[in-house]
Structure formats: C-alpha cells, structure tokens
C-alpha cells in the first residue's frame, strides 16, 4: 500500500513537470504564417489614415501625433488582440486604427476598444474588416517548457528574420483562470509592443509587452523581453459576448 502511494505521488509530480523542449525551429511555414497576419495599431486624432499605409507600414514614430504598436488577429471577423499600453491616448480626441496585411496589401479601419485589462497590459480590439488569416492559439492543454522555440510578429522585428526561445515555461491551462506573464530571450524594438509571439507551428503564444534591459555605466545590455498569454478561453467569451451585441455590423474596407 505504501509502495503504491509512493508510486502515486511520483507519477502525479511528474505529470505536474514540463516535458523538454521541442527541439523544431520557425521555419519557411511558420514565417510564411507570420507574414500573412502582420498587423498594426495606430492611435491618432485624425480621422482616417488610409494616406499613411502606401503598401507598407508607416513608420508611427515619425509623427508627433502618432502613437502605436502591433497586433494580432485572433479571429476572421476584425478582432485584434494587442498590448494595453499602446492604447494609452485612446479617448476623446484620439482614435484607434488597425492596420491589416491581406492579400497582399494593407487596409486599415477605424476600431473599437472591446476589452482592456492595464493589469495584464492586454487589450481586444475590434475593426469592422474580413481577417481570413489569422492566429489560432497553442493548444490550452499543452506545456509550452523553457526553451520552446519562438518568433516575434512585431511590425518592426517580425520584417528581420530573429527567433529565440522561451524563457519562462507556460504550464496548461486547465483550472487557470488569470492570464500569466512570460519571458523571451528575443530583443524588440519601438513598434513591437502588442505583436504575436508565435511558436514553431505558427500557433499564437501569446502577446508581447515590453522590452527589459539592463543598464550600468550608460551602457545598455538586453536582458529579456516580456510578453503575456491571457485565459484564451476568456478571450473566446469576449468575443463571443461582443459578436452577440454588434450582430448587425457589417465588415468594410476603409
């Protein structure tokens, strides 16, 4: 009897422990994916920005009523998910704008903020667009062990082929309801903030939020960058919950 519950404990502790990293580098396919779904924000008080996309990214901090940073499509019908900070001038006066890569080309749209949380620094956005490529996250009941391989879909990063790895493991799901923080070992840059951090598949681990250095004597030594994976099956409820009160709006190119 003893030996058994011995024999217990130690299969459920090693259920409880992460299994190694898998070992597949992002390739072609998952930079292909990456590519296909690059996406932007843009806060600013005009009214439009159709002028400023020229099929390619503007570049945001070279304007002085511009701010901004990226984004990820979550769904096909013109949800976003992107970093909360980067909305910090959204209000009165100050519009939000998405940026989309479709086909080819960009389009943009007026969006409206759905849902922010400051304390995960995440934020739902919704434009009235078709997103035909878009992420799908890992699967909620798989470890994601330190070392898992990475890239970053941010509009400045994501255009230079980088990848690193996980620095923080992400245990499954199951039973978790808070959206958890994570590091990894990829240095960003201005504009990366709110950009999909993507596993090897191409499957969306979660969303960048900041950059951490490390800085003695006026020199700067990159230490890791921060991102965050919310509850995704909150995220699937908001959108959910949203799609039933704006049934009646109709996706539009601007």
């Known amino acids: 009897m003893k030996y058994g519950l011995v024999l217990l404990a130690a299969l459920l502790a090693q259920s409880c422990m992460p299994p190694p990293p898998e070992q597949v ?30 099929k390619r990214f503007p570049k945001l901090y070279d304007r002085e009523d511009v701010d901004g940073g990226s984004a990820a499509p979550i769904a096909p019908d013109g949800y976003f998910l992107t970093a909360d900070h980067v909305l910090a001038r959204v209000g009165p006066g100050c ?16 969006a409206r903020v759905v849902w922010r949380s400051a304390k995960a620094d995440l934020a739902l956005l919704h434009a009235p667009l078709q997103t035909p490529y878009f992420y799908r996250w890992t699967a909620p009941r798989q470890w994601l062990p330190v070392g898992t391989r990475v890239i970053h879909g941010g509009i400045a990063t994501g255009f230079k082929p980088a990848s690193g790895k996980l620095a923080t493991a992400l245990a499954p799901e199951h039973g978790l309801t808070q959206a958890r923080k994570f590091e990894i070992d990829i240095p960003l840059q201005p504009g990366d903030s709110g950009g999909p951090v993507v596993d090897a598949h191409g499957g969306l681990v979660g969303i960048n939020s900041a950059v951490e250095f490390l800085v003695p004597m006026e020199t700067a030594f990159f230490v890791d960058s921060e991102g965050t994976r919310p509850n995704t099956r909150e995220i699937a409820d908001l959108i959910n919950r949203d799609r039933a009160r704006n049934s009646g709006t109709r996706p539009r190119v601007e």
């Open 25 to 54: 580098m992002p390739g072609r396919v998952a930079r292909q994916i990456v590519a296909e779904r690059a996406s932007a924000v843009v806060v600013t008080s005009r009214n439009s920005i159709r002028e400023w996309t020229d």
């Open 95 to 110: 519009n939000a704008f998405v940026i989309y890569h479709m086909g080819g080309t960009l389009v943009t749209a007026k």
